[in-house]
């Protein structure tokens, strides 16, 4: 798969990526086990961005609103220990074997049935319970960024194979870019994203139900009870999922729609109207208060809309605000959910021999 550079404000970007991004990296604790985790800090004019080996997660972004004035964008907590015992969010972390859920966490490859352990409605979310977002990856600095890499050994949480992963975070411009690639022994399912919460007014600056959306998508996916795709690729016109227009993501989100009322809110997975190989929009946002917004691109398929309904103010973050419902959101870039299940979705199979690609880049800004 050949990727493709997004050409929005070519020259802005240019001119802010001719110098290089700093990187540095420092420990930063240790898990329950023992085992050493890192943070880097990858910086230029434009952005600062802190990824941790825990999980291979953004821990922060800093991004000026329309005034310059920096703030850290995404949700995530101080420290490791604050993210190991956090079983549920996923802040920031990759997500992985198989982001999103897997019907009654089992799926079929040549004949042969694979079983994973199940962790959500009885189905498995995000790879099960002992998923990417757990482990501690190694690191290594690049130009620009820091390469994150986990090999996942054969029969990991049931998936056949030894998977070798390897996530790319750089940072140019306004941009952060997310390089991912996988190889494996076996045949088997892989479908990695990051699972970042923005709030683009600030991490604990309310809630995200005033941000304006827009999701170049004429389907989605609707889901049964249990948040697993009914197989319909159906219309998202005439519904609270038409994001075609720029439109609040409140505005409609308290409508009397079967659909929301499964997810507490959004969290479904869109299907992009995109052609070809390479990089396509994926969604826009715009924070009125701050003028600060995000442009998604990706190679995938999918993006699932999560508007942060499950959090319910338990969990307090870096900046000592709990997080309340729609504190948010999410922007997970994917296949789509139990695609191995699904023969009508896009195939995430991989065999021995082949190198799964995908690329994703979150591109900050700002409006009047």
């Known amino acids: 798969m050949k990727f493709k550079h997004a050409m929005a404000g070519v020259v802005v970007l240019l001119m802010s990526s001719l110098a290089q991004a700093n990187v540095t990296s420092t420990p930063w604790g240790k898990t329950e086990d023992g085992k050493a985790v890192q943070i880097f800090t990858i910086s230029d004019h434009d952005l600062e961005v802190r990824i941790t080996t825990f999980g291979a997660r953004v821990v922060s972004i800093e991004a000026p609103d329309r005034s310059g004035k920096m703030a850290d964008v995404v949700l995530g907590y101080d420290n ?39 962790n959500n409605n009885g189905n498995a979310l995000h790879g099960g319970p002992a998923g990417f977002s757990t482990k501690v990856w190694s690191a290594k600095e ?60 600030g991490d604990g600056k309310g809630n995200i139900l005033q941000d304006v959306l827009m999701i170049p998508a004429d389907r989605y996916t609707p889901v049964d009870a249990t948040q697993i795709p009914t197989g319909e690729l159906a219309p998202v016109a005439g519904t609270p999922f038409d994001f075609l227009k720029p439109t609040a993501i409140g505005a409609r989100i308290d ?60 969990k307090t973050g870096k900046y000592g605000v709990a997080y309340q419902k729609y504190a948010g959101f999410c922007l997970e870039t994917q296949h789509f959910p139990d695609s191995p299940n699904q023969p009508k979705f896009p195939s995430t199979l991989l065999r021995p021999g082949q190198t799964m690609h995908s690329e994703t880049v979150f591109t900050f800004g700002v409006r009047p």
């Open 80 to 118: 490791v220990a604050q993210y190991e015992s956090d079983t549920s969010t996923y802040f920031g972390s990759i997500v992985g074997r198989y982001g999103n859920r897997i019907a009654k966490g089992e799926f079929s490859i040549d004949g042969k049935t694979f079983h994973v352990p199940l």
């Open 142 to 201: 690049i130009p620009d960024g820091v390469e994150m890499s986990l090999v996942s050994p054969d029969g990991d949480m049931g998936f056949p194979g030894t998977l070798t992963v390897h996530v790319r975070y750089t940072v140019a411009g306004h941009s952060l870019r997310i390089n991912y690639s996988a190889t494996t022994t076996k045949p088997t399912v892989v479908n990695l994203t990051n699972h970042s919460y923005f709030n683009l007014a």
């Open 255 to 314: 409508d009397d729609n079967q659909q929301l009322k499964i997810g507490g809110g959004y969290d479904h997975n869109w299907v992009l109207n995109a052609t070809g190989d390479g990089l396509h929009l994926a969604a826009k946002v715009y924070d009125p208060a701050s003028g600060r917004t995000l442009t998604v691109t990706t190679t995938q398929p999918g993006v699932q809309f999560y508007s942060g309904n499950f959090l319910d103010g338990t």
